[in-house]
T-cell receptor
Framework: SQQGEEDPQALSIQEGENATMNCSYK?????LQWYRQNSGRGLVHLIL?????REKHSGRLRVTLDTSKKSSSLLITASRAADTASYFCATAGGTSYGKLTFGQGTILTVHP | NAGVTQTPKFQVLKTGQSMTLQCAQD?????MSWYRQDPGMGLRLIHY???????DQGEVPNGYNVSRSTTEDFPLRLLSAAPSQTSVYFCASSYRTGSGTGELFFGEGSRLTVL
């Protein structure tokens, strides 16, 4: 079963707007990661946040993590048409190494 | 530095045929894994390895076999292909960090169709 549940499943916005995607998970984690996938391509890592961190920034990306609620959010500010892609959260489990468990993803469409 | 290389990119099989998806990484990562991606299902873990000679099952291992004789290579074998194995397959490599598994580096994927 999937560890992460993502919300919304699809998001459609205009260029310049902010996009927020949410991820919930079920078990304890060491870290949580966000990935991006352009259509027909492999996944690309965006950001990793450790279980003892609450917020992390990278360029126009802001990730928050609330371990008490077992949830994370990814905010993309000032979206561009080139941000159109699928976004996935993935968790690194507390006692397992070498693998991540992925959510089902959010499809983001940014209209020019 | 090629990263993670998967071959073939496309393959069509008939039910019952066997084949091997190849995966190689040149980053000296100790972790390697295989995922399949189906529409609306996200990525599901098939098998993974934490080092040469060590493999383990993931969420959907049935019908697949793996081995890891070297750090660089992690082939995925389909033993007797079934239409339910029609999917896009991704190989990934990673490394250990102080906070568990680090970022995954993905190959470009192998699109498999089983007729």
């Amino acid at each position: 079963s999937q560890q992460g549940e993502e919300d919304p499943q699809a998001l459609s916005i205009q260029e310049g707007e902010n996009a927020t995607m949410n991820c919930s998970y079920k078990t304890s984690i060491n870290n949580l990661q966000w990935y991006r996938q352009n259509s027909g391509r492999g996944l690309v890592h965006l950001i990793l946040i450790r279980s003892n961190e609450r917020e992390k920034h990278s360029g126009r990306l802001r990730v928050t993590l609330d371990t008490s609620k077992k949830s994370s959010s990814l905010l993309i500010t000032a979206s561009r048409a080139a941000d159109t892609a699928s976004y996935f959260c993935a968790t690194a489990g507390g006692t397992s190494y070498g693998k991540l468990t992925f959510g089902q993803g959010t499809i983001l469409t940014v209209h020019p | 530095n090629a990263g993670v290389t998967q071959t073939p990119k496309f393959q069509v099989l008939k039910t019952g045929q066997s084949m091997t998806l190849q995966c190689a990484q040149d980053m000296n990562h100790e972790y390697m894994s295989w995922y399949r991606q189906d529409p609306g299902m996200g990525l599901r873990l098939i098998h993974y390895s934490v080092g040469a000679g060590i493999t383990d099952q993931g969420e959907v291992p049935n019908g697949y076999n793996v081995s890891r004789s070297t750090t660089e290579d992690f082939p995925l074998r389909l033993l007797s292909a079934a239409p339910s194995q029609t999917s896009v397959y991704f190989c990934a490599s990673s490394y250990r960090t102080g906070s568990g598994t680090g970022e995954l580096f993905f190959g470009e994927g192998s699109r498999l169709t089983v007729l």
